[in-house]
């Protein structure tokens, strides 16, 4: 049963997960070396607060800080770990976690790429570690995607992230940038691609996904989407009839290089796109539509 969590590094995505466990009603032991960290963290945390209690996690754990990583395991039942996406680093540090926190102690890691198997390798208990990747900012964010070798382990773990309402998944083995990253990736590559190829602004590139099937797959990934698209006769007719067209668009799809010229392109469309709101203010307004569409997903799901 878990009542205390590490959160070890607290950056952007630490703090999120710490925000989301108090608010779960967890006791939280936070910690990062990083100058300023317990600041930052406590700030995001007050930030966090409201967004959460809007979605009905109003719970009040407990939270400390220490710059000790050992003191910050010794006691917990669960290690999220938010250290830097380094795998000499990571790997290096999950071993000194791994010596450190209790036996039956499951330690999560947040990666984006970086595969199980090569950053746990050090471990003497490698059982026990799980990859546990959440899409940012996780306490908005219900998706968790869990990769791990021992079934009661990753059992155990989902078991806690759903107490939390969140999503986990659980890949049926691993691959760089796990699930969702890779279908980012993809889809990403082909945005940089239109830029390259002048077919269209950055701005309107971002609307055509936001304003278009992005509102879809806000509801539905894109196997039940177009199993929609193919009318009364379901995912097989599409394939079936539809299927010829995807093959066409695949093979025109761009493969483009991030050179100056582009990445000079993609900043400037950028900027233009931004109006003059800086991260803080986009962030903002990100959480506050985010916060919206899960809880008007979560209100309709449980009607």
């Not at 010229?261 to 307004?285: M, N, P, S």
């Amino acid at each position: 049963m878990v009542r205390t969590v590490a959160v070890v590094g607290c950056g952007t995505v630490g703090a999120s997960w710490a925000a989301l466990f108090l608010a779960g009603g967890y006791d939280v032991v936070a910690t990062d070396p990083a100058p300023g960290a317990e600041a930052g963290l406590m700030a995001f945390i007050a930030r966090a607060r409201p967004q959460l209690a809007e979605l009905g996690l109003a719970g009040d754990g407990a939270l400390s800080f220490t710059e000790n990583l050992e003191e910050a395991v010794a006691s917990a039942d669960f290690v999220q770990e938010n250290a830097p996406e380094n795998e000499a680093f990571k790997r290096d540090f999950l071993a000194r976690i791994d010596a450190l926190a209790p036996e039956q102690t499951i330690v999560a890691s947040s990666t984006s790429a970086l595969l199980r198997s090569r950053i746990v390798a050090d471990c003497a208990r490698k059982h026990r570690h799980i990859v546990a990747h959440p899409f940012n900012p996780p306490h908005l964010l219900p998706l968790v995607e869990i990769i791990g070798e021992d079934d009661a382990v990753v059992e155990r773990a989902c078991a806690f992230y759903r107490s939390l309402g969140r999503r986990p998944i659980v890949l049926k083995r691993e691959a760089p940038g796990h699930i969702a990253n890779r279908l980012s990736s993809a889809l990403y590559r082909e945005a940089v691609s239109l830029v390259e190829q002048g077919i269209a602004s950055v701005a309107d590139i971002d609307a055509a996904v936001s304003d278009g099937p992005g509102l879809r797959w806000a509801i539905m990934g894109p196997h039940m989407t177009y199993h929609l698209g193919g009318g009364a006769g379901g995912i097989a007719h599409y394939l079936d009839h539809l299927g010829p067209s995807q093959e066409r668009r695949w093979a025109s799809l761009g493969t483009p290089q991030l050179n100056s010229e582009v990445k000079k392109a993609i900043v400037e469309g950028v900027e233009e796109e931004a109006q003059g709101r800086d991260i803080a203010a986009l962030e903002a307004e990100r959480d506050r539509l985010l916060s919206e569409i899960v809880r008007l997903k979560a209100a309709i799901s449980s009607d």
